[in-house]
């Protein structure tokens, strides 16, 4: 099975900053790797897909790079909505995998 | 409008069978580019896939868990079924209904499946 590894597990930063999200694979996942933003007691929302596609009505401040095992969520222009956690997630192998998930909260 | 909404016990004891039953509007569990997955998350921890269905009634389950889990469909009440035996405390956390659809690509269907519609997750707890 595929693991699945992010960084940081948490993450303080204040509005307006620049933050990035790292996510790590166990093997290639060639571009099969979504984004998800979840507020407690709500199911996850898809922010990205392939890697770097943006997800309808997703705010362009969110982006994401990276291919194979290494891939990135940047949030550009942090907005007090946007804190919360994040997973990262591969879809290459039909046996799902997630990331632990960061927590991005208020310096 | 897709919609899947999560329907079963909020508390079992360690040791019972876990039946949880998804049902859907919205998209059809007959579509050929559309399946159904089950993922939980325990509180304060992670998101854990445990099942996919398609279809094609093909079925995939988390290694760990395989002995464990049954999932299955009834495409006239257009729902989806999973089983989980031999409860533990462990297993406490809110479970998930989720659409997964085939990604098309480069003008043909990729074989690569999204998950892009969760319901909004039911609360299981078990305890005796």
């Known amino acids: 099975d595929i693991q699945m590894t992010q960084s940081p597990s948490t993450l303080s930063a204040s509005v307006g900053d620049r933050v990035t999200i790292t996510c790590r694979a166990s093997q290639s996942v060639t571009s099969w790797l979504a984004w998800y933003q979840q507020k407690p007691g709500k199911a996850p929302k898809l922010l990205i897909y392939?890697?770097?596609r943006l997800e309808r009505g997703v705010p362009s401040r969110f982006s994401g790079s990276g291919s194979g095992t290494d891939f990135t969520l940047t949030i550009s222009g942090l907005q007090p909505d946007d804190f919360a956690t994040y997973y990262c997630q591969q879809y290459k192998s039909y046996l799902y995998s997630f990331g632990q998930g960061t927590k991005l909260e208020f310096k | 409008q897709v919609t899947l909404k999560e329907s079963g016990p909020v508390l079992v004891k360690p040791t019972e069978t876990l039946t949880l039953t998804c049902t859907v509007s919205?998209?059809?569990?007959?579509?050929?580019?559309?399946?159904v997955s089950w993922i939980r998350q325990p509180p304060g921890k992670a998101l854990e896939w445990l099942a996919h269905i398609f279809s094609s009634d093909e079925k995939s389950y988390r290694t760990s868990l395989k002995r464990r889990l049954t999932i299955s469909r009834d495409t006239s009440k257009s729902q989806v079924v999973l089983t989980m035996t031999n409860m533990d405390p462990v297993d406490t956390g809110t479970y998930y209904c989720?659409?997964?659809?085939?990604?098309?690509?480069?003008?043909?269907?990729?074989?690569?499946?999204?998950?892009?519609?969760w319901g909004q997750g039911t609360p299981v707890t078990v305890s005796s």
């Open positions: 919205g998209f059809s569990l007959n579509h050929a580019t559309m399946g």
């Open positions: 989720v659409r997964i659809s085939e990604v098309f690509q480069d003008g043909f269907w990729s074989g690569y499946y999204l998950p892009d519609y």
């Open positions: 392939k890697a770097s």
